[in-house]
């Protein structure tokens, strides 16, 4: 087997490196090359240096949506996790149709996020025009709970799904071993389940904390970044960069804004795996 | 057995990355797919002769390009394919368009500020047979001697009527001069809102799709007006000096419409449309360009009224017509691409097929000098306004900063109708927002 592993691994290898390198490593080389530059279209830019980067600043919204966007990041984290875990426990417990219910919170995730913003816009703002409440896109904390509840729906069922492996794999002889032993249940979920999960929660937090940080859709779609930018996150306010100011120079200023945008995903998402990885324990 | 599994696994593996990546380096034979380009296939077309790729603005007038485009290519072999933008999505499709080998060789801008993002990329037209077409200087966008682009239909925008409704409630068009007479009539149908059983005005819905009316079309009335007082064409900063002008009449718009002002915020165009059909509303702010939405009224039912804000000598003010939407050539395309498309544009406004299709198909009215009158009634009464010594509002939108300066006005706006903000938001998103976009433009 490894022979063959070792002879026929360029085989299994390069097309999807070749994928990665055409879809990833080129357009990302050239994203970083378009920040330093002024440009209407990619092939047709001009170098600027690193003017684009001071200029990030200059139109006092992408402070504003990045405070937007980290408070959303960590409430939505913890939500969407604490939810998807508490339902995975449930449905782990052998109730009836446990199948069936892990089908029906899984499918939200399969609706794209511009479609899941306007049907949510429709029923909030129905909510809200009962509660005779401003609509989403009049108050931002509205927006804020609205986009808040949309990505719990849609999250919450992918993450239960794994979750759900991740409870599966839990040994018996443990759980076993530790009702034995007169363990409550809080103790059983607290030092067994939870640290032998550990790996499911890395990956799930390291999946909310990205598509939080990254959200462009449903932020689209739901609030449009109203009332005057104070619903807008980071991706929003890159892309409004790029294309609702005039001027050839806002499209390189964006793409700086863009460069910063990954670096600070970048940062958050190693520092969150470190800390998650440190409590994994080995089984 | 393993072994020819894994060959079999990994030949699938390639298929399908394979399967996927064509799509990235742009084939340089087919322009670009999409669902409105044209199916069938031009005819094989001698060497070195060009052929024109149009990007088109108007959601509203596809099928109608596609036709003559293929009408052209019918008469003359040269192939033309048409693209559409959907609906507000014109400048990301430009943008992505012209990054490709087969770039358009025919988009457009919509005036000055559009135009500052697309200077380097349109060939100069001051040279053409088309630009010789147009009736008047007015319509050509220029700078010094370079003309970037040409208008090629003119608009007209202002407050739609259902004359029928209208009489109902004891009126009719000419008793509506200016501002004031217009809000007592529109004051007394909401008083007797009960017993009519329709309101005065559509809603003024703020979503997207229905936005534009209220932060750039009812905007420009305070802004022709400023720059009227001022004699200018445009300016670094606004003063502001009509806005209370411009919150009387969107007071009226919001006080007295078809749902209650905190709604605004979600209503759409399609609902404005639908109330103002199914006759919930007397008067309805739209654009020649809406006839299509309202034709089921009866032309007999319909008219066209200014925007009335109040402002002194109103009385004269006649409808808002400009333009735009400006043509321009992709200066960056094969030579022989230039002269097809100068070749096309010159046919479709001196052609019969051209001009038949530009004023009967699509509506239009254009400044060429071969321009067919147009088939559309609400430009039938734009230019009986001017026939009646009313001069016409002129499009001054054009020369707003961006984008982001009419969103902040239409966000103002929005809280302001709802109760959530105060018309100072409005003010200052107006008058300062100006002054910040415009620098922002030349940062």
Redesign the interface.
């Known amino acids: 087997?490894e022979k063959?592993t070792k002879k026929?691994w360029p085989?299994?290898v390069?097309?999807?490196l070749?994928?990665f390198i055409?879809?990833f490593v080129i357009p990302f080389a050239e994203g970083i090359w378009l920040s330093f530059c002024k440009f209407?279209?990619?092939?047709?830019a001009q170098w600027v240096g690193f003017g684009n980067y001071s200029?990030i600043w200059?139109?006092n919204t992408f402070t504003q949506a990045f405070a937007f966007t980290a408070l959303f990041t960590v409430v939505t984290t913890i939500l969407i996790n604490v939810l998807a875990f508490a339902v995975a426990l449930l449905l782990t417990r052998g109730i009836r149709g446990t199948n069936m219910f892990r089908t029906v919170f899984f499918m939200p995730n399969l609706i794209g996020g511009i479609v899941l913003g306007y049907i949510w816009?429709t029923l909030l703002?129905s909510l809200l025009?009962l509660l005779?409440k401003?609509?989403?896109?009049?108050?931002a904390r509205y927006g804020f709970w609205g986009l808040v509840v949309l990505m719990c729906w849609q999250q919450i069922g992918y993450m239960m799904i794994i979750y759900v492996a991740g409870l599966q794999n839990v040994p018996l002889e443990l759980l076993e071993a530790s009702h034995i032993d007169g363990a409550t249940p809080a103790q059983t979920l607290f030092k067994i389940k939870i640290p032998m999960v550990m790996p499911s929660i890395t990956i799930c937090t390291f999946l909310t904390l990205t598509n939080s940080f990254k959200l462009f859709d449903q932020n689209l779609s739901l609030t449009?970044g109203?009332?005057?930018h104070a619903s807008e996150m980071l991706a929003l306010n890159i892309y409004?960069s790029f294309?609702?100011?005039?001027?050839?120079?806002?499209k390189g200023?964006g793409q700086a804004k863009a460069m910063v945008f990954f670096l600070l995903v970048v940062i958050i998402a190693l520092i969150q795996l470190r800390l998650t990885r440190a409590k994994e324990v080995q089984q | 057995m393993?072994?020819t599994m894994?060959?079999l696994l990994?030949l699938t593996?390639?298929a399908?990355?394979?399967g996927?990546?064509p799509a990235?380096p742009a084939p340089p034979t087919a322009p670009p797919a999409s669902p409105s380009t044209p199916s069938e296939e031009p005819p094989k077309a001698p060497e070195a002769q060009g052929s024109v790729y149009y990007l088109n603005f108007k959601p509203e007038q596809d099928e109608q390009w596609q036709a003559l485009a293929a009408a052209y290519t019918a008469e003359t072999g040269v192939p033309v394919t048409v693209v559409t933008a959907a609906s507000g999505t014109y400048?990301?499709t430009l943008?992505?368009e012209?990054?490709k080998s087969e770039a358009p060789t025919l988009f457009q801008v919509n005036g000055p500020?559009?135009l500052?993002?697309?200077k380097?990329?349109c060939y100069d037209l001051s040279g053409s047979a088309v630009y010789g077409e147009l009736t008047s200087d007015d319509f050509a966008l220029k700078e010094g001697n370079t003309v970037y682009g040409i208008a090629y239909v003119i608009e007209t925008y202002g407050i739609i009527a259902n004359t029928a409704l209208l009489q109902k409630a004891g009126y009719k068009v000419a008793d509506i001069k200016n501002f004031a007479s217009l809000k007592s009539i529109a004051e007394d149908i909401t008083a007797r809102k009960a017993d009519l059983g329709f309101s005065a005005f559509s809603s003024a819905g703020?979503d997207?799709s229905s936005d534009w009316r209220f932060k750039t079309h009812l905007a420009n009335l305070p802004i022709y007006y400023e720059y009227k007082a001022d004699n200018i064409g445009d300016t670094a900063a606004i003063k502001g000096t009509y806005l209370d002008n411009y919150k009387a009449i969107w007071d009226l718009y919001i006080n007295n419409s078809t749902v209650s002002p905190?709604?605004l915020?979600?209503k759409t165009g399609n609902d404005a449309v639908s109330e103002f059909v199914n006759n919930e509303a007397v008067f309805y702010q739209n654009g020649t360009w809406a006839y299509n939405d309202v034709k089921a009224l009866g032309d007999e039912n319909l008219y066209m009224i200014p925007i009335y804000i109040g402002a002194e000598g109103e009385e004269n003010q006649g409808l808002c017509t400009g333009s735009e939407n400006y043509w321009c050539v992709s200066k960056n395309a094969p030579e022989e691409n230039i002269k097809a498309t100068l070749d096309f544009m010159n046919w479709v406004v001196t052609s019969e097929t051209g001009t038949t299709a530009l004023a009967n198909e699509m509506g239009f009215v254009c400044p060429f000098k071969a321009a067919k009158p147009s088939a559309n009634p609400f430009v039938t009464i734009a230019s009986e306004y001017i026939a009646n010594g009313k001069t016409s509002v002129a499009w001054c939108f054009s020369t707003m900063?961006?984008?982001?300066w009419k969103?902040?006005v239409g966000?103002?706006l929005?809280?302001y109708a709802?109760?959530?903000?105060k018309w100072d938001k409005v003010v200052s998103?107006f008058v300062e927002g100006w002054a910040a976009?415009y620098n922002?433009?030349?940062?």
């Not at chain 2, 900063?401 to 982001?404: A, K, L, R």
């Open positions: 087997m063959a026929y085989l299994f390069l097309p999807t070749g994928a055409i879809g209407t279209t990619v092939n047709n200029k200059l139109d816009q703002n025009m005779e401003p609509l989403l896109t009049l108050d449009g109203e009332p005057a409004n294309y609702a100011r005039a001027g050839a120079q806002w200023i | 393993k072994k894994a060959i990994a593996m390639m399908l990355a394979f996927c990546t990235t400048e990301t943008t992505s012209m990054a500020v559009g500052a993002n697309w380097d990329y703020m997207p905190k709604e915020a979600a900063p961006s984008e982001e969103n902040g966000s103002a929005t809280a709802a109760g959530t903000g998103a976009e922002l433009n030349r940062a």
